[in-house]
T-cell receptor
Framework: DADVTQTPRNRITKTGKRIMLECSQTKGHDRMYWYRQDPGLGLRLIYYSFDVKDINKGEISDGYSVSRQAQAKFSLSLESAIPNQTALYFC????????????FGPGTRLTVL | AQSVTQLGSHVSVSEGALVLLRCNYSSSVPPYLFWYVQYPNQGLQLLLKYTSAATLVKGINGFEAEFKKSETSFHLTKPSAHMSDAAEYFCAVSESPGNTGKLIFGQGTTLQVKP
């Protein structure tokens, strides 16, 4: 079984809809991250969380919000989706002992029409 | 602020040929550097990492990278390409070693391996 899972894997939605992407992990890691990947831009950090009570904005947090429901769960929400949020979204985790090594989920491909 | 530049968004090699993917970084502190690989329809997985120990780092699947401080480079190499190496490769630098663990990624290089 995968250590980091993301649901859904694919989602098509319309402009203005609220969307939630979910991430779960069984690695026991405290640190979790949300990235978006766009062609030619690599991965950019949206939000990160070092534990349940610690959530921080990343490079491109505008238009997004997150919730850390438990150590194992970290959700990303788009309150009112817009077409330029069409991208591949990745969740990642890292442990406290080697927090520089991140483990990635399989990604969620989101299309906003 | 740290940054990463990958030279060449697409690299094409023949099977059995040398693979060289270029990465240059900018950092005001000694960096931690990483190479990740993304196979089609999958998430990223760590190939190798440099964390201030040996400058020549060996990773999985026969890949290695050499940290060259004077050139601010961390190029990825593999002596002989295999068809299964076709993927997208990302170089990354840790924002502040010993601190947040946040990674800054390069734009990615797609490696094509021709038979």
């Amino acid at each position: 079984d995968a250590d980091v899972t993301q649901t859904p894997r694919n989602r098509i939605t319309k402009t203005g809809k609220r969307i939630m992407l979910e991430c779960s992990q069984t690695k026991g890691h405290d640190r979790m991250y949300w990235y978006r990947q766009d062609p030619g831009l690599g991965l950019r950090l949206i939000y990160y969380s070092f534990d349940v009570k610690d959530i921080n904005k990343g490079e491109i947090s505008d238009g997004y919000s997150v919730s850390r429901q438990a150590q194992a769960k970290f959700s990303l929400s788009l309150e009112s989706a817009i077409p330029n949020q069409t991208a591949l979204y990745f969740c990642a985790t890292s442990g406290d002992r080697d927090y520089n090594e991140q483990f990635f989920g399989p990604g969620t491909r989101l299309t906003v029409l | 602020a740290q940054s990463v530049t990958q030279l060449g968004s697409h690299v094409s090699v023949s099977e059995g040929a040398l693979v060289l993917l270029r990465c240059n970084y900018s950092s005001s502190v000694p960096p931690y550097l990483f190479w990740y690989v993304q196979y089609p329809n999958q998430g990223l997985q760590l190939l190798l990492k440099y964390t201030s120990a040996a400058t020549l780092v060996k990773g999985i699947n026969g890949f290695e990278a050499e940290f060259k401080k004077s050139e601010t480079s961390f190029h990825l190499t593999k002596p002989s390409a295999h068809m299964s190496d076709a993927a997208e490769y990302f170089c990354a630098v840790s924002e502040s070693p010993g601190n947040t663990g946040k990674l800054i990624f390069g734009q990615g290089t797609t490696l094509q391996v021709k038979p």
